[in-house]
């Protein structure tokens, strides 16, 4: 027997490797000299962090549906890596807030597009891979709706974030959820 990862742990841990030296080079390169050279390579390194947080669920989930992973471990294997970037910013956080406020955080506007994003990556790539690779088919039962519906559903609420106010009103609606559930805090009456 197989363990639950053994279609998809390269991807993810390839994903993994990227996304750490990109967010190592873009946090450190202030550090450099001359400006120029902090500049040019904290934006190549936050493109690729973009990059693999944003668009990484495409390549692990082609990969997983290559090698007949099960539904579920292409899925979970698809949100490893922005899982972990959203714990990453969770404990960033951390130290300004509460342990409640900071879990709070994960509905903020960009950890909610992120996840609904990556939904849509895996409607897309799925119905993309029924298409490219037929004889992989009989592994998935589910109804070509299903995923049509996550991508149009995980892309609509993205679109949502993005362009209602520019994201502005999204952002205002998770500040009032935080001002409710733990007070106004400090300087706002």
């Not at 088919?137 to 892309?155: D, E, M, V, W, Y």
């Amino acid at each position: 027997m197989k363990l639950f990862f053994s279609h998809s742990w390269k991807p993810i841990l390839i994903l993994l490797i990227i996304t750490s030296v990109s967010f190592v080079l873009y946090e450190y390169s202030i550090f450099l000299s001359p400006q120029w050279l902090h500049k040019w390579i904290a934006g190549i390194s936050g493109f690729i962090l973009f990059l693999c947080i944003g668009f990484g669920a495409l390549y692990v989930y082609t990969y997983s549906y290559k090698q007949g992973a099960s539904l579920a471990e292409k899925i979970i294997a698809s949100y490893g890596v922005p899982f972990l970037w959203a714990v990453k910013e969770v404990i960033r956080i951390s130290v300004a807030f509460t342990i409640f406020e900071s879990l709070y955080f994960y509905c903020s506007p960009l950890i909610t597009g992120v996840f609904f994003g990556v939904l849509s990556e895996i409607g897309f790539v799925e119905l993309i891979c029924r298409k490219k690779y037929p004889s992989k088919r009989s592994q998935t039962k589910a109804n070509p709706i299903i995923p049509l519906c996550a991508f149009i559903g995980g892309l609509s609420v993205v679109v949502f974030i993005l362009a209602w106010g520019k994201g502005e009103y999204t952002f205002y609606i998770f500040l009032r959820g935080f001002r409710a559930l733990f007070g106004p805090g400090q300087g706002v009456e």
